[in-house]
């Protein structure tokens, strides 16, 4: 074999086709999802909640929670219920985003939002459902994880959601919309607490169900931290660079609602750079993790790559 050959074939070893494990990974979901929550008496508010649920969406918080699973050791199996809790924690923070008593938008994942199919009622009852259903769907189908760990699970969903997490996140962001000087600080606080808190779930209790050690815990919760303030900062500036279609839902709303984001603080090229930055910040976290971390690497990557 001459040289370029095994450059060659040294190259393609070391690829990663994320686009193949991202399809794989969201087909799993998506079926893991549709048997989670069958349609029963009063239909009406199961076909709701379903009706966001399976909307499409990219599934990242669950793909996160399989691979960290995954990567410390467990299996699939383990990680699937929170990994569809996951999901339905996140739809429905979207669902109740939605509202008009929030951001009050038409569409999402390139739908009628939930509210204009079903009303205001039963939007806010429909998010209401899938939040109770998140916790109590991982206490009754995760099979072959010691209590211990599912308990863990339970506590970390709950401070994701509530007032340490996604409600205090958007309580800040609500109180600082309409004003024209946002600090930075402020805005690291609403997204830390709106994007990355949940993204930062996701990977932790993935691990966490597979028995993940402390040092490699801490490791997982930075690179978790870093890829989720860069995905909301890759957010901030789709919204001015990308099209409805793309984004399925309204583009250049923040502009209009002259909210604070981060271009608006640092302009378009200094927030991609710094989302790069925070890219290549959390994938040094996962150094010690070897081949084992490609899926979080390539992950990582196609956060500041992304289109939508
Ligand atoms: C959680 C009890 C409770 C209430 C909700 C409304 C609210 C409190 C919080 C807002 C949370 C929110 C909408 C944050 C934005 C997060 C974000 C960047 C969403 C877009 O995520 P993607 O791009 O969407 O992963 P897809 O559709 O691909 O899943």
């Known amino acids: 074999m001459v040289l370029s050959d095994k450059r060659q074939m040294s190259q393609k070893e070391r690829h990663f086709d994320l686009a193949a494990y ?51 050791g467990g299996t699939i199996e383990m990680a699937m219920p929170t990994a569809c809790a996951l999901e339905m924690i996140h739809t429905m923070s979207l669902i109740h985003d939605d509202l008009p008593a929030m951001d009050n938008d038409d569409y999402r994942r390139g739908k009628l939002t939930n509210h204009k199919v079903y009303g205001e009622d039963i939007a806010i009852l429909a998010g209401d459902g899938l939040l109770a259903y ?15 760990r599912l308990l863990r699970i339970v506590a970390i969903l709950g401070r994701a959601v509530g007032a340490a997490g996604l409600v205090g996140g958007q309580v800040v962001d609500l109180e600082s919309e309409g004003k024209t000087e ?53 957010d901030d500036v789709l919204d ?10 309204t583009a250049g709303k923040d502009l209009r609602a002259q909210k604070a984001t981060y271009p608006s603080v640092w302009g378009l090229e200094e927030s991609k750079q710094q989302a790069q930055v925070l890219v290549q910040k959390a994938k040094a976290e996962l150094a010690g993790f070897g081949d084992r971390a490609k899926p979080l690497i390539a992950i990582a990557d196609f956060i500041t790559a992304r289109t939508h």
Do not use: W
């Open 134 to 148: 998140a916790f109590e769907h991982v206490a009754i189908e995760t099979k072959d994880v010691p209590y211990d």
């Open 182 to 234: 946002v600090c930075l600080e402020t805005l690291n606080f609403i997204h830390n607490h709106k994007t990355a808190a949940l993204l930062e779930a996701s990977v932790t209790s993935g691990s966490i169900l597979a028995g993940v050690s402390d040092a490699d815990l801490q490791r997982l919760t930075h690179y978790a931290q870093h890829i989720g303030l860069a995905f909301q900062i890759v």
């Open 240 to 249: 001015i660079t990308a099209t409805q279609e793309e984004l399925g839902k």
């Open 22 to 72: 991202l399809q794989e990974r969201q087909t799993l979901v998506e079926a893991a999802l549709d048997r989670s929550l069958p349609v029963i008496y009063p239909e009406k508010i199961y076909e709701a909640m379903r009706y966001s649920l399976l909307a499409g969406g990219k599934r990242l918080r669950p793909i996160l929670c399989l691979a960290t699973c995954e990567l410390i």
